[in-house]
């Protein structure tokens, strides 16, 4: 079944240069805006700014959109910014969590950075703020020395 929106659109999948600040989907009748970015460098990555709510309903869309967009994309590295979100339910932490799990098997690394206090906030109530690893705001734990 077709998305009920336009997915992001992979820039890197058909050649093009990428796009930074490219407007590409809103889910959940424009509560939830997403923006892509595709970062040059040695290793492309894909970045989608999350603005809104992030409730049961845009979290499904923004679901079914990923799923898509993993299945055509060559871009090894999802980013997910969640620094725009303004409202975070359960489901939509559960909807991350799969997200986080789901892709790396199929290759597409991901990352969720800039946490907004929503998201903090409802991922420590629920127990989830060390299973999405926004502890740390999305970032990789420092290296541990060695003696």
């Known amino acids: 079944m077709p998305p009920s929106h336009p997915v992001p659109h992979d820039k890197a999948a058909d050649g093009a240069p990428p796009c930074r ?3 590409s989907w809103t889910g959940g ?4 805006r997403v923006r892509s ?7 492309p990555v894909l970045r989608l700014l999350l603005d809104g709510e992030l409730d049961v309903d845009t979290a499904a869309a923004l679901r079914e959109d990923l799923t898509v967009l ?5 871009v090894p590295s999802l980013v997910l910014d969640l620094s725009g979100v303004t ?4 489901a939509s932490l559960y909807t991350l969590l799969g ?6 098997l199929v290759g597409i690394e991901v990352r969720l950075v800039e946490p907004s206090a929503a998201v903090r906030t409802a991922a420590r109530r629920a127990g989830l703020a060390t299973d999405l690893n926004l502890d740390r705001g999305g970032e990789e734990p420092p290296p541990v020395a060695l003696p």
Not at 37 to 43: A, I, L, M
Not at 99 to 104: D, G, K
């Open 21 to 23: 600040d490219e407007p």
């Open 29 to 32: 009748a424009t509560r939830l």
């Open 37 to 43: 970015e595709t970062g040059d460098g040695p290793s």
């Open 70 to 74: 993993a299945a055509r994309s060559t």
């Open 87 to 90: 409202f975070c339910d359960l």
């Open 99 to 104: 997200i986080c799990r789901t892709l790396p």
